[in-house]
């Protein structure tokens, strides 16, 4: 069974920073495509950053510039480092992996909260 699971979210100041993390009960090299999506309250789930083949990456342009998404295969686990960040990106951010089957799987997502 495959898991995703995500650590590191919190409370931050607006201009801080935090690194979340996605830790795969499975070789990451058995995903397709792996990254980070968030929602907001009342917001539509969208796309943060992801790996989408190799090392190619794409983000959502709102936070080209201040997030960066990395992996460390040996773990299993990809990161989201998060800098800069601005009330705007508060939300419940989950991890996302589809695998050589076409079958998404989902983390139980991580709050991120950024104060004013």
């Known amino acids: 069974q495959v898991q995703l699971v995500e650590s590191g979210g919190g409370l931050v100041q607006a201009g801080g920073s935090l690194r979340l993390s996605c830790a795969a009960s499975?070789?990451?090299?058995?995903?397709?495509?792996m990254g980070w999506y968030r929602q907001a309250p009342g917001k539509q789930r969208e796309l943060v950053a992801a790996?989408?083949?190799?090392?190619?990456?794409n983000y959502v342009d709102s936070v080209k510039g201040r997030f960066t998404i990395s992996r460390d295969n040996a773990k299993n686990t990809v990161y989201l480092q998060m800098n800069s960040l601005k009330p705007e990106d508060t939300a419940v951010y989950y991890c996302?992996?589809?695998?050589?089957?076409?079958?998404?799987?989902w983390g139980q997502g991580t709050q991120v909260t950024v104060s004013s």
């Open positions: 790996f989408s083949g190799g090392d190619s990456t």
């Open positions: 499975v070789s990451i090299f058995s995903f397709k495509t």
């Open positions: 996302h992996a589809i695998n050589m089957a076409y079958i998404n799987f």
